[in-house]
């Protein structure tokens, strides 16, 4: 059997590659041009009949599978996997809490379901997360984690007509100033006042046509206008005690806008009942 070394490591294979530019053989991890610092390509020679679409498909899997195990890594940093399971388990009840909603007010539509599951996920996930990457922003240890009281309380609100979301929160530890606190914690509340804002603009600018639509994004908005109204409030663990503990005015500023978005939501629906 003959055998070739590969002229960039020196390694002895039985398979050797020929790279079409150079016309060097190479092991099969430098076979490709970028691996083996081709001279070919270096000096601009060019052969497009070399060239075959299976060649550049195999750079561009290799660049894609570098990327995406680059990307996994810096996922596994932002989370991990018992962090996952408490937020999937808590977006699970965080839907049936506003498919609960849905049918109380006769707004289910079999079509609306995955807009209904989206909207009230994305309400829940992007509140906690902020609270998270602000918190890491500050050098803190940051992790959402349910709470017993929390599933309970939730769980109970699916067949109540009171509705409280809040399977859990985001568990901070590390030394912070009340800036810091008070930043965090205005962190979530003012995402919801911005998804509230967005929904309603796109609510109002859909035309009469998109009907579901509109209807969905209209719960969106008055959805996350509520939940951001409930957080500011100054009472126990929730967000607004520790904002007023910080800064009066942010807290301010911050509850009345929630009230004017509550108000500007739910305004068609009392306009509706008067009627």
Known sequence: ???????????????????PFCGGYFCAEHRLPEFHACQGIKR????PDYLTRRFREEIKARHTERYFSRFLKYFSHLFRSTELIHISLGALMVILVGFSIAIETR???????????FIFVLTFVLHELAHKFTA??????????LSLIGIIVTLISILSPIKIISPGAVIISGEATRENIGKISLSGPLVNLSLATIFLALSSALPSSAKLFEVTLAYGAMINAIVALFNLIPFGALDGAKILWWNKYFWTVTFLVSLVLVAVNLSPYISSMLM
């Open 1 to 19: 059997m003959i055998r070739l070394k590969c002229q960039y490591c020196g390694l002895n294979t039985d398979l050797p590659f020929r790279c």
């Open 44 to 47: 601009g020679v060019s052969h």
């Open 107 to 117: 707004a289910l539509n079999l079509q609306a379901i995955p807009l209904f599951a």
């Open 136 to 145: 890491k922003y500050y050098g803190l240890w940051a992790e959402f984690r």
